[in-house]
């Protein structure tokens, strides 16, 4: 048994690292992982007050589509928060005008209908997801939707 230099535990001799502290015996001591900070999510970026004073409007804006988004536009007062969300909303629009437009322009095939009401389903449940992330308060891009470049 050897003793680590770092923390005086006892390892085996033949241990490549110390099992208490993570100390590389022969070699550079053992680097700890960084926490990673999720890209997506920009909560920190906005005030408190602002998000606890508009969460009602910025859900409105995924339970309704098209209407929130105007009710959001004329009541929103120039909130950061609730802008952010409405571009957000505004990509799930967008997405959904196009799939009803190449479901209208290939409506004889099943495969094409079947293909819209999957994809309504998934951005169905991105929109439900938005919903939870805005009612605890954050500000996190839409799964799936935040992939696409336009709206940023």
Not at 25 to 39: K, L, S, Y
Not at 116 to 140: D, E, N, R, T, W
């Amino acid at each position: 048994m050897k003793n680590c230099p770092v923390c005086q535990t006892k390892v085996e001799e033949n241990a490549a690292f110390c099992t208490q502290c993570g100390y590389a015996f022969g070699g550079q001591p053992m680097m700890m992982a960084e926490p990673t900070v999720d890209p997506k999510d920009h909560t920190a970026e906005f005030d408190p007050r602002d998000i606890s004073d508009n969460k009602v409007i910025a859900m409105l804006m995924y339970l309704s589509s098209f209407i929130g988004i105007i009710i959001a536009a004329l009541t929103a007062n120039a909130s950061p928060y609730v802008s952010f969300h409405m571009r957000q909303a505004l990509k799930f629009m967008v997405v959904e005008i196009l799939v009803g437009i190449l479901t209208a322009l290939t409506f004889w095939t099943i495969v094409t209908a079947v293909g819209a009401v999957v994809i309504y389903g998934i951005l169905f449940v991105c929109k439900i997801i938005c919903f939870f992330q805005i009612c605890s308060g954050k500000a996190k891009e839409a799964p799936i939707i935040s992939n696409l470049g336009f709206l940023k």
